[in-house]
């Protein structure tokens, strides 16, 4: 059996940055709205640094107006990673988009969402939960009512709450209420940081908030005690290694950190992040982990394993997909 014949879980995936190029695309000229600017000729994506990554990535956002479009993405998104041997999948759901953080807009929303997932898991066999997701570029008080909208609908189908965006801006204890607030209503907790910022982000942000896993976290490489904390503590992290090279966070795939922090026994899982904005797949995660770091077949079930076992769904459902 080689690896590609094994099942994926990914952690680690905005449901807005796995939509493909094509879809947004189509929904512009259903809607007559002029993004073509975010394009290359060939059709993708144009992105070229982190900050002008969010722009485009915002620009296509706004495309997305109705509950039925996010069905129609989730759908689509759910087909893309079922055909990269994906069966168990977390995804970044943000009320920023859906709703601009109105409950009962997001509820509606939510709603489209989860009936694309039921479907998906009947023709796919794949199985989706969600993560509420502020974003910290557009502030603390945006992420009180994210986190209210979270809190809402927990869960279910949602199971996790957490932060993405701009790392640089405002300091982790600014969103401290609202990951109290997603704790308190029992989601499970992860927070974007060690992208951009060094390793003294990853520690505010386990002091701050509180979360069990961090999304990338590749800034703590640079630190040995950290790194010794995160292997003791059980803090996982959602490695992202193709979306770090395409966006310049390392310089490359041989020089990505993740080795170094499997080598020291910090739990690290991998995901694409926003995979047709990287030109990743899932499928392209593990052939460049083997073809960089000779990671075999073991290797690549054990980094599965440890996936599930971080996973924010209950155990019934890790035992089905185990
Ligand atoms: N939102 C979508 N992709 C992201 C990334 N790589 N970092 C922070 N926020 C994001
Ligand atoms: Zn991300």
């Known amino acids: 059996m080689s690896w590609r014949d094994l ?26 709205i002029d993004i073509s600017g975010i394009f290359d000729e060939r059709g ?7 900050e002008h990554f969010l722009k485009v990535y915002e620009a296509a956002c706004t495309v997305l107006t109705s509950p039925e479009d996010y069905r129609r993405l989730t ?51 794949i199985t989706l939960r969600g993560i509420v997701t502020c974003i910290r570029h557009f502030g603390p008080d945006q992420a009180k009512r994210v986190a209210r909208c979270a809190a809402e609908t927990m869960g279910g189908f949602v199971t996790g709450f957490g932060m993405a965006g701009a790392e640089t801006v405002g300091r982790p204890k600014d969103y401290a209420w609202s990951f109290d607030c997603a704790r308190e209503a029992g989601l499970r907790l992860t927070c974007h940081a060690g992208e951009w910022g060094g390793p003294d982000t990853v520690t505010d942000t386990l002091r ?51 080795e170094t922090l499997r080598g020291r026994e910090v739990k690290v899982t991998v995901s694409t992040d926003d995979p047709p904005f990287f030109g990743t797949t ?20 054990a980094l599965n394993r440890v996936a599930l076992d971080a996973a924010f769904c209950d155990d019934a459902t890790k035992d089905r997909i185990r």
Not at 15 to 26: T, V, Y
């Open 44 to 50: 993708r994506y144009r992105t070229g640094t982190f």
């Open 282 to 301: 899932m499928t392209r995660e593990w052939e460049m982990l083997e073809r960089t770091f000779q990671w075999n077949e073991d290797d690549l079930a």
């Open 7 to 32: 099942p994926k879980v990914e952690l680690h995936l905005h449901l807005e940055g796995a939509a493909p190029p094509a879809f947004i695309r189509g929904l512009a000229a259903e809607k007559g």
């Open 75 to 125: 759908l689509a998104v759910l087909e893309e990673s079922a055909a990269n041997g994906v069966v168990y999948s977390e995804t970044f759901l943000c009320p920023d988009f859906c709703g601009g953080g109105d409950v009962a807009a997001w509820r509606d929303h939510l709603a489209a969402i989860e009936d694309a997932a039921r479907e998906a898991e009947v023709r796919d066999g």
């Open 208 to 258: 701050d908030l509180r979360p069990e896993r961090i999304g990338h976290g590749i800034a703590a490489a640079k630190d040995p005690a950290l790194m010794e904390r995160l292997a003791e503590d059980d803090i996982v992290l959602e490695v992202c290694p193709g979306s770090n090279v395409y966006l310049g966070a390392v310089p490359s795939w041989e020089k990505h950190p993740i």
